[in-house]
């Protein structure tokens, strides 16, 4: 009986170490942190930012957080030292993101955005939350 049970063991300890070794298993595991170098510092924004639309893109801008904060197309993005963020709130959790999935518009923004001229309308994020699709569709069909 004890044997069954010992060799049961060892039977369970070879299968996990053979799991946790596998390639697939591994590969994923070094794609997963490649390319994430610098911790993002924590930064609370304690009240939803207004933001302006940056000119002939459908991008926002939150000039008033004091950080690099961007809102397209149903996400909140922040860029650090090189690297680009994505939230799903402008408070974050904020995910890593590779730079082939950093949409083109936010590489491409010109390179005036954070000057917000003097009077420019600020959108409430009550208002960006309510109608940034049918906007959005609005700057498409632009371009």
């Not at 000119?55 to 993005?77: K, N, Q, R």
């Amino acid at each position: 009986m004890k044997r069954n049970i010992v060799m049961a063991l060892v039977g369970f300890a070879f299968l996990g170490t053979s799991y946790l070794l596998s390639p697939e298993r591994t590969s994923a595991e070094v794609n997963v942190h490649v390319g994430i170098g610098l911790p993002l510092p924590i930064v609370l924004i304690p009240a939803a930012p207004a933001v302006v639309c940056i000119p002939d893109t459908p991008v926002y801008y939150a000039p008033d957080v004091g950080i690099d904060i961007f809102f397209y197309s149903g996400h909140w993005y922040r860029p650090y030292r090189g690297y680009w963020y994505r939230a799903t709130y402008y408070n974050g959790p904020w995910a890593y993101l590779p730079p082939q999935r950093v949409p083109a518009v936010l590489v491409h923004l010109p390179a005036n955005n954070y000057n917000v001229p003097p009077g420019h309308q600020r959108i409430p994020y009550g208002q960006l939350k309510k109608h940034w699709k049918r906007w959005d569709k609005g700057q498409q069909s632009k371009h």
